[in-house]
């Protein structure tokens, strides 16, 4: 995902690169986020990741 991306477009790209297909509707079923999918990285970065189903 890239920054400043929505999830539906973000979803959108990646089903065009990976099969060729075109979307015109997504529905979000599920937004996955909890403190476990934290990161901090060695260099001082974190993150917070979420998953979009």
Same mark, same amino acid.
């Given at each position: 995902?890239?920054?400043?991306?929505?999830? @539906?477009?973000?979803?959108?790209?990646?089903?065009? @690169? @990976?099969?060729?297909?075109?979307v015109q509707e997504?529905?979000?079923?599920?937004?996955?986020?909890?403190? @476990?999918?934290?990161?901090?990285?060695?260099?001082?970065?974190?993150?917070?990741?979420?998953?979009?189903?």
């Amino acid at each position: 995902m890239e920054i400043g991306n929505s999830f @539906e477009e973000a979803a959108q790209k990646e089903l065009y @690169e @990976e099969t060729g297909l075109i979307v015109q509707e997504l529905k979000l079923v599920r937004l996955a986020s909890r403190k @476990e999918l934290y990161y901090k990285f060695p260099y001082g970065d974190e993150i917070y990741n979420a998953t979009a189903i």
